[in-house]
């Protein structure tokens, strides 16, 4: 008989009733909620006179919306509203917040890390797509509709049907230049995005025992973009050292950690999808299309029109089959979202900045996920280095990744973005993403185009 991987362990935790194979109810550990997606769940709730049952596991934040020029200046009718409301609504019910302007406030996806309430073993549901990147702390983890967000308030359960298990094991070294970014869009590029639906994607291998907390949030991240709401990785040494001593951590930190220490998939583990992946054949990612499996590395051409979807992106991009990466002429750059907006990931865009100048006529912006992120780089003294280069240093908030706030790329101009998703009209109407790793996005605001970082001196910084 097979053994168990750590999504069946935490699974089998959180089952309720239900049998597999038909929806199953399951108790959910935390509830992060925004100012999006919330309105509706608390007005059913008045409707119904239920209360929140379990406000202590409930956490809000600001983040869609907000400015990050002029932070309270919102001027948008809708996104006033919105932030109002959730403003009266965790007030109402007892929900502990990083309130708009707080020290701790930013992006749900980094907040929920930094405050330490996300852990492994937890079962953690948001009114979001990408709550797939809490994934990377080993707990089971992904986005709710608004309905789900209500039954959740009102039950602390949530009813879902158990789906199929997927192993992706990236494997090697990668070259210098080459991120975690790139591993997911490469795996996305590859194998496209449907290739997830219906799976949990456990991520595992050499190459992301490697890596750090931060970076392996990055491909949890994405792996909506990939098909699946899920994804997962075993907890390890890191894990546990990135939790320890943060606001939310356990009173008994060791004894959580001994359990935590079983939370990993045994060795002879069955799963339903195996995809292997050596890093060390990468090169540096950017998308040229409409979805994010539209990319190439650096040193592809652009694909031949093999539908209608290519010719329509490829319209509306205005770039052509056998075009490369270094032939898109940029306008902006955005560094930011709850993908690459963490303080390493502006730590690494730095090294290409420091001492240099934006090309002329490129709008570059910095806008960190979280405030304690924008203070630790505000210490380091990376604002000033962006700033003395000609960037922007912006609030925190999830900024031009979704053009829900005054952050948006004019129409017709090309972005080079850390963000997660290039759809049509995403990033402001007419907007053109291509989508990147904070290295690319930093050297392509100095060079005005994209440009291969394996070459540059600065890549061999640690």
Known sequence: MSGKSIFDKLWDRHVITGKEGEPQLMYVDQHYIHEVTSPQAFDGLREAGRQVRRPDLTFGTFDHNVPTVNIYDIRDVISKAQMDALTRNVAEFGIENAAHGSENQGIVHMVGPETGKTQPGKFIVCGDSHTATHGAFG??????????????????????????????????????????????????????????????????????????????????????????????????????????????????????????????????????????????????????????????????????????????????????????????????????????????DLKLAARFVKGKQIAPNMTAIVVPGSRPVKRAAEKLGLDKVFQDAGFEWRDPGCSMCLGMNPDKVPEGIHCASTSNRNFEDRQGFGAKTHLCSPAMAAAAAIAGRFVDIRQLPEVFET
Request: charged fraction near 20%.
């Open 139 to 344: 707990a089971i983890a992904f986005g709710i509709g608004t309905s789900e967000v209500e039954h959740v308030f009102a039950t602390q359960t949530i009813w879902q049907v158990k789906p199929k298990r997927m192993l992706v094991e990236f494997t090697g070294q990668p070259k210098k230049g080459v991120y975690s970014k790139d591993y997911i869009m490469a795996l996305i590029a590859q194998y496209g995005v449907a290739c997830g639906v219906g799976y949990v994607v456990e991520y595992a291998g050499e190459a992301i025992s490697h890596l750090g907390m931060e970076e392996r949030m990055t491909i949890c991240n994405m792996s909506i973009e990939f098909g699946s709401k899920m994804g997962i990785m075993n907890p390890d040494q890191k894990t546990f050292d990135y939790v320890k001593g943060r606001p939310g951590a356990p009173a008994d930190f060791q004894a959580a950690v001994a359990d935590w220490k079983g939370l990993v998939s045994d060795s002879d583990v069955h799963y339903d999808k195996v995809i292997r992946m050596d890093v060390s054949e990468l090169a540096p990612m950017v998308t040229w299309g409409t979805n994010p499996s539209m990319g190439v590395s650096f040193d592809e051409t652009f694909p031949e029109v093999r539908d209608m979807n290519d010719e329509r992106a490829y319209g509306y991009m205005n770039l052509k089959p056998g075009q490369k990466p270094a032939d898109i002429e940029l306008g902006y750059v955005f560094l930011g979202s709850c993908t690459n907006a963490r303080l390493s």
